[in-house]
């Protein structure tokens, strides 16, 4: 995720599991909440919607020594090593990309940035 404030707000209702609570008085109560447990590992899931020489848009969330990591709209985590564009792009700019590789492993897809959609601000 580039930026949690784009997917949060303040007020927003987030299911917790509730891991403890103990409570001394009436007015000293200690409540312990995780908020990943509830939530299942969706990246297979998302990982089967993916296919082979697939075109997808996302955004870059970093890039490293020439390498870009991808969150694809469709929920999937990418990796790009290589960019078939003359301007390289950035961090947090949209993107085409093109699956040449689903590596389980990982649970990333790999494969080409093809076009830059948009650049950001």
């Not at 001394?24 to 082979?52: G, M």
């Not at 020439?66 to 960019?83: E, K, M, P, Q």
Request: aromatic fraction near 6%; charged fraction near 25%; charge should be positive.
């Amino acid at each position: 995720m580039v930026d949690a404030g784009e997917k949060f707000q303040v007020g927003d209702l987030v299911l917790v599991m509730v891991n403890k609570v103990e409570a001394s008085s009436v007015d000293q109560i200690i409540i312990e909440v995780d908020a990943k447990s509830p939530t299942a590992n969706t990246n297979k899931d998302n990982l089967r919607k993916c296919h082979k020489q697939g075109k997808y848009t996302g955004i870059i969330t970093e890039v490293y020594k020439g390498t870009y990591f991808i969150r694809l709209d469709i929920g999937v985590n990418a990796v790009a090593h290589s960019c078939n564009m003359s301007a390289l792009p950035g961090k947090k700019d949209k993107i085409g990309f093109v699956v040449t590789r689903i590596n389980d492993n990982y649970e990333v897809a790999e494969g080409i940035i093809t076009r830059l959609i948009k650049r950001a601000s």
